[in-house]
């Protein structure tokens, strides 16, 4: 069973650069043909596809967050990142990571297929 676990800061500054981890137990990150997201939900707004980490490295951002939005991995520690700059108090939402086979831009539906648990992340001075 396939296992994912957001980690990082709840309280980013503004003009900051966010950093979330998520540990990925159950599964490689490497394997054909999963696809590895950066999800997250404002309050009151609905899921926003962030980016994401194909299982050859390969990366593909939102074109609404690319220029702030860097995604990465750590293979030996089954470990994807997001990384989104200039952090405004805009950015506050909940943060998931999840997993898709072949790439997921949008329908994103929670409860459906392997997410993690989600992390708060409030921007505030």
């Known amino acids: 069973q396939v296992q994912l676990q957001e980690s990082g800061p709840g309280l980013v500054k503004p003009s900051q650069t966010l950093s979330l981890t998520c540990t990925v137990s159950?599964?490689?990150?490497?394997?054909?043909?999963?696809?590895w997201s950066w999800i997250r939900q404002p309050p009151g707004k609905g899921l926003e596809w962030m980016g994401a980490?194909?299982?050859?490295?390969?990366?593909y951002y939102s074109p609404s967050l690319k220029s702030r939005t860097s995604i990465s991995r750590d293979t030996s520690k089954n470990q994807f990142t997001l990384q989104l700059s200039s952090v405004t108090p805009e950015d506050t939402a909940v943060y998931y990571c999840?997993?898709?086979?072949?790439?997921?831009?949008?329908?994103?539906?929670?409860?459906?297929?392997?997410w993690g648990q989600g992390t708060q992340v409030t921007v505030s001075s």
């Open positions: 999840a997993r898709s086979y072949q790439l997921k831009t949008t329908g994103w539906i929670r409860g459906s297929g392997y």
């Open positions: 980490i194909a299982y050859s490295g390969s990366t």
């Open positions: 159950g599964g490689s990150i490497t394997t054909n043909y999963y696809y």
